[in-house]
């Protein structure tokens, strides 16, 4: 029954290490998003994607990148992790179709807990 | 843009009590504000939502209330349990063209036996 997995639940990187968190629904949606958690912060938004090939920069993109080729796949680069990148990221998925059952809902995978040393 | 602010931050309640959760939002022409539950070690997932043409929705023992005039929209449980302990975060959101759902920064929820 799981929609969208997040491949790693729990990484532990050095800083300065090249990092990718990947994720993957199986909803045929178009529209991907990867959010930041972090406490008495609520969810930010760092990238998000309209459909395959395409990015979109959120509200806190800097020291990140993503990769979109494929619908069902989503990823997050972090090309030189630092340790203020220590967070938990949650990745979702939604439909584009706004007259679709479930248009608007965000379908988030359980998060991937990353501690940057 | 949008910007969403939540309160309290934390909510300790008995089991049996209602439990409210506030959120304000800046925008007056956002007009979609669902709210989502969190539980431990699970992602968000939604539990009920509310346009703007609607001024309040009611879904078993959870309820949405909003004020556009005040800009602000609302969380009610009643007869809380235990398995209501999550952590909630409202959002808001303008419902055209690609909708960025802004969200607030969460209240944990804990709901004692």
């Known amino acids: 029954d799981v929609k969208v997995t997040q491949s790693s639940r729990y990484l532990v990187k050095r800083t300065g290490e090249k990092v990718f968190l990947e994720c993957v629904q199986d909803m045929d949606h178009e529209n991907m998003f990867w959010y930041r958690q972090d406490p008495g912060l609520g969810l930010r938004l760092i990238y998000f994607?309209?459909?395959?090939?395409?990015?979109e920069k959120g509200d806190i993109p800097e020291g990140y990148s993503v990769s979109r080729e494929k619908k069902e796949r989503f990823s997050l680069i972090l090309e030189s992790a630092s340790t203020n990148q220590t967070s938990m990221y949650l990745c979702?998925?939604?439909?584009?179709?706004?007259?679709?059952?479930?248009?608007?809902?965000?379908?988030f995978g359980a998060g991937s807990r990353l501690t940057v040393l | 843009g949008e910007n969403v602010e939540q309160h309290p931050s934390t909510l300790s309640v008995q089991e049996g009590d209602s439990a409210v959760i506030k959120c304000t939002y800046s925008d007056s022409a956002s007009n979609y504000f669902p709210w989502y539950k969190q539980e431990l070690g699970k992602g968000p997932q939604l539990i009920i939502d509310i346009r703007s043409n609607v001024g309040e929705k009611k879904d078993q023992r959870i309820a949405v209330t909003l004020n556009k005039t005040a800009k602000h929209f609302s969380l009610h449980i009643t007869e809380t349990q235990p398995e209501d302990s999550a952590v909630y975060f409202c959002a808001a959101t303008l419902n055209t063209g690609f909708q960025k759902l802004v969200f607030g920064t969460g209240t944990r929820l804990l709901v004692s036996p």
């Open positions: 994607s309209y459909d395959v090939k395409m990015k």
């Open positions: 979702a998925s939604r439909t584009a179709g706004i007259s679709l059952p479930g248009a608007n809902v965000l379908t």
